[in-house]
């Protein structure tokens, strides 16, 4: 199923809780970001930040910072920590879809959406980490399997990818 009647925007931080709670309920304990990290991702980088609403109501997002040397196993990225918003890399720290959503193209979307917008950013790069799951959904979109991520957020095994822009 695809949705024709959907919005495309940056968060805003009056976004912050319904952001949250989209991120509380897709994801498993600690590998939830927290309210506070949300908002100050929003307020930091609402460029990397990328919401998508059905009928005004936020149903997903992608949420990023930018740098130019990228480590991926930095946790203090995370917090924003060494990002600058002109960096040539981009990270994406979270593509989430509201449960009730998923199954639906809703990802696809987002990511050919916040894709173009990281070209007209001109910047040279977007890296992820995800699930072995998500290994191949990644691959659709160009990205290439880099490795194994020395990340262990969350308690999970992270796999390290790459999308040259």
Not at 26 to 49: H, L, M, V
Not at 112 to 140: D, F, T
Request: charged share 25%; proline share 2%.
């Amino acid at each position: 199923m695809i949705f024709d009647n959907y919005t495309i925007r940056s968060a805003r931080p009056e976004d912050t809780h319904r952001c949250f709670e989209i991120e509380t309920v897709s994801y498993q304990g600690e590998e939830a970001a927290t309210c506070e990290k949300i908002a100050k991702r929003i307020t930091t980088y609402p460029d990397g930040f990328m919401v998508i609403e059905i009928d005004g109501q936020i149903i997903g997002f992608i949420n990023s910072g930018s740098c130019d040397q990228v480590i991926m196993s930095d946790e203090s990225f995370k917090e924003l920590i060494g990002h600058d918003p002109n960096g040539k890399h981009n990270v994406i720290m979270s593509v989430v879809v509201h449960p009730d959503f998923q199954g639906k193209s809703i990802s696809s979307i987002l990511m050919h959406n916040y894709i173009l917008r990281m070209r007209k950013l001109q910047k040279e790069s977007i890296y992820l980490m995800c699930s072995e799951q998500n290994i191949a959904l990644y691959e659709k979109f160009g990205f290439r399997y880099q490795k194994e991520s020395d990340s262990s957020h969350g308690g999970m095994s992270w796999h390290e990818m790459v999308l040259s822009l």
